[in-house]
């Protein structure tokens, strides 16, 4: 099994959407 992490890419920053809600981020780069 490969485990593959969901990264989003929003204006050009790595970021974390919480459950995929978009007003919900966490910006790591």
Partial sequence: MK???????????CVRL???MADQETVYS
Avoid: L
């Avoid at 485990?3 to 920053?13: C, F, L, S, T, Y």
């Fill in 3 to 13: 485990i593959i992490p969901a990264v989003d890419i929003k204006e050009g920053r």
């Fill in 18 to 20: 919480s459950q995929g």
